[in-house]
């Protein structure tokens, strides 16, 4: 089946960190640049981040630049998040996307929910 | 960055109705616009790309269209199960590939 699951989500205080992990599986997931999507609550659809197939080339949205990086193990068809200086803004559920044709976000993961509250 | 202004943000509606929700681009972006679906504590879904090109298994009664930086999601004839948010999404300028506000549709 072709899917994305993510993990790693949950009640962190302000200032902590967090890993979010992304497992893909049904497809080449080498062959797909993929993006890190959130949604606070009640609120719309923001890029936060994204990575290129080759992991040379990353983006960052300006509210998580500098605190949040993004990676991936191709040989584990994996992608993570590494969150530092969390902060209350942060509080979303995060959806690993993966980018197809025409850069469409063509599969999305379920989401994990990240709550920063002290 | 470019911006998508998207309208109305609520829209109350009965099934068999034909509705329309549209997004403006703050400059160019082609064809370049997509429009998903999201359901409560669902993750959105892919309905149209390139502006007017069918996800597959996306049912018919849902068309896109452009004009200019204008674009348009229409649904011909609503289903219980289209009540929901719609966002449309900018392709063109990469990164970010930034969202609309949302159109969240209700029933009347």
């Known amino acids: 089946e072709v899917q994305l699951v993510e993990s790693g989500g949950g009640l962190v205080q302000p200032g902590g960190s967090l890993r979010l992990s992304c497992a893909a599986s049904?497809?080449?997931?080498?062959?797909?640049?993929m993006h890190w999507v959130r949604q606070a609550p009640g609120k719309g659809l923001e890029d936060v981040s994204a990575?290129?197939?080759?992991?040379?080339?990353?983006y960052y949205g300006d509210a998580v630049k500098g605190r949040f990086s993004i990676s991936r193990d191709d040989s584990k068809s994996s992608l993570y998040l590494q969150m530092g200086g969390l902060r209350s803004e942060d509080t979303a559920v995060y959806y690993c996307?993966?980018?197809?044709?025409?850069?469409?976000?063509?599969?999305w993961g379920r989401g994990t929910l990240v709550t920063v509250s002290s | 960055d470019i911006q998508v202004t998207q309208s109305p943000s609520f829209l109350s509606a009965s099934v068999g109705d034909r509705v329309t929700i549209t997004c403006r681009a703050s400059?160019?972006?082609?064809?370049?616009l997509a429009w998903y679906q999201q359901k409560p504590g669902k993750a959105p879904k892919l309905l149209i790309y390139?502006?007017?090109t069918l996800q597959s298994g996306v049912p018919s009664r849902f068309s896109g269209s452009a004009s200019g930086t204008d674009f348009t999601l229409t649904i011909s004839s609503l289903q219980p199960e289209d009540f929901a948010t719609y966002y449309c999404?900018?392709?063109?300028?990469?990164?970010?590939?930034?969202f609309g506000g949302g159109t969240k549709m209700e029933i009347k």
């Open positions: 999404q900018q392709l063109n300028t990469y990164p970010p590939l930034t």
């Open positions: 990575i290129s197939t080759n992991g040379d080339s990353t």
């Open positions: 996307v993966r980018e197809g044709l025409a850069r469409n976000f063509d599969l």
């Open positions: 400059q160019g972006t082609g064809s370049y």
């Open positions: 049904g497809f080449i997931f080498s062959g797909y640049g």
């Open positions: 390139a502006a007017s």
